[in-house]
Every structure is written in structure tokens, then in C-alpha cells.
């Protein structure tokens, strides 16, 4: 006799799907502070993320007061090259109002395939860290952008552009305000086949 499959209706099922579909890209923060210790936490459990012959091709930057003035100071320059000071000035006061800030690098590789499956990796475990650190109440940004492109980001960071490369920044903290989100319906994202 088979036995049958254990029942999925639980709460813990219920309470984890919650936090999967409830987590969403944060703009605003609060500026409380992010315990230290679950930002360690959520970065150690972002390396369990699957990662084909375990190859662990993730780094993380946790980055200080230091690090992050000085990127203020590269996306003022970045944005007043691009548009006017003005507008330099304005980028870099609202990016002074994330609380945290933390890169996530891939390692590089010579091999297109291991290159593709290294950075799902990375992908993964980044997406572990922003789960982790919203069940925890704290919510997240992924950023790509120019910032993340830029030579001189690569020099505060510490990036080795020959051995790594940027996957994202994500800035973390204390929702000040949670959006709406909505996803295509489910339907037309499955194909059950025969
Ligand atoms: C790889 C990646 C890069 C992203 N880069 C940016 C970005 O540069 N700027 C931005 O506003 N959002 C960025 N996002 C966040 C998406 O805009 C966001 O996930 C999307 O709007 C869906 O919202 P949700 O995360 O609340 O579901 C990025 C997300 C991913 C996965």
C-alpha cells in the first residue's frame, strides 16, 4: 500500500507563501537601524542557495559609513555629468536615506555555462537574503543601476573586475511605505503538458 502524501494545507505553508508573494521592492525606509547581526544572519543564510557543483561564486560587501558617503558622492557626479548639479544633489540626499547597503558580486568564468549557472546562483542567494531579511520585517531594493557599472563603484567596493563582477546593490531597511504589485495571472505563465 502507498502511503499517502503528507498533508500541505498547514499554516507554515500558508505563512511561507505569504512571504514569498508579500515581499516587495521598498523605496522609502525608515531610518531605524538594521540589527547588524540579522543582516550577518540573512547573508549566511543567502549562501544556501543552490549552486550547481557547489561552487559557491557569491561575495558580499556589507558596506560602512565611509564606503557609502563615498558612493553618495559617485552618484552625485554620476547624475550631474549626465542631467545638472541639481539634480546630482537631490539623487545623492534621497540615496543618503537608505539605511543599508550591502553588494552582491558573482564570480567570473571562462566557461559560458558555468558563467550562466554561477549567476543564477547568485541570484538565489541574493533572493534568499531578501526573503530572510523581510519575514524579519525589513525590506529591500535590488538595484543594476549605473552605479553598479561604474569603474569607480568598483574601487570603493573593492570589486575585482578580473575576478567578479556586479550582480546588485541592494539597499535594505525598515519599509517606510509597501506598494501594491500585481503578477500576470497564473495561467498564462504555466503549460501543464501531457
Ligand atoms: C536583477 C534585478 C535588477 C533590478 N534593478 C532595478 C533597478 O535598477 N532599479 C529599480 O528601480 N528596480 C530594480 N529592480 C527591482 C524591480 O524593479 C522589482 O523587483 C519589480 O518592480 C517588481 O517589484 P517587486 O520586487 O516588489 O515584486 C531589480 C530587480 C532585479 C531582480
Known amino acids: 500500500m502507498k502511503k499517502p502524501a503528507p498533508s500541505y ?35 549566511e543564510a543567502a549562501t544556501w542557495a543552490p549552486n550547481h557543483h557547489v561552487t559557491e561564486p557569491w561575495k558580499f560587501y556589507l558596506l560602512g559609513r565611509d564606503s557609502i558617503a563615498a ?29 543599508g547597503w550591502l553588494v552582491v558580486s558573482c564570480r567570473r568564468s571562462d566557461t559560458e ?7 543564477a546562483a547568485c541570484c538565489a542567494a541574493t533572493q534568499n ?38 550582480v546588485g546593490l541592494i539597499w535594505y531597511g525598515y519599509p517606510k511605505l509597501t506598494p501594491t504589485q500585481s503578477r500576470r495571472p497564473f495561467n498564462e505563465v504555466l503549460d501543464e503538458l501531457p
Open 129 to 166: 537574503f531578501l526573503l530572510y531579511l523581510w519575514k524579519a520585517g525589513v525590506g529591500s531594493k535590488w538595484t543594476t543601476g549605473d552605479i553598479t557599472k561604474d569603474a569607480r563603484f568598483f574601487d570603493i567596493v573593492g570589486i575585482d573586475t578580473d575576478a567578479e563582477f556586479v
Open 9 to 43: 494545507k498547514t499554516k507554515e505553508l500558508r505563512e511561507f507563501g505569504e512571504v514569498l508573494r508579500g515581499r516587495r521592492t521598498i523605496e522609502l525606509f525608515l531610518q531605524t537601524p538594521v540589527p547588524d547581526a540579522l543582516v550577518k544572519e540573512a547573508i
Open 71 to 99: 558612493c553618495l558622492g559617485l552618484v552625485c557626479d554620476i547624475v550631474t555629468a549626465k542631467k545638472d548639479a541639481k539634480a546630482g544633489e537631490f539623487k545623492a540626499k534621497s540615496w543618503a536615506e537608505k539605511p
Open 113 to 119: 555555462s558555468t558563467q550562466q549557472e554561477d549567476y
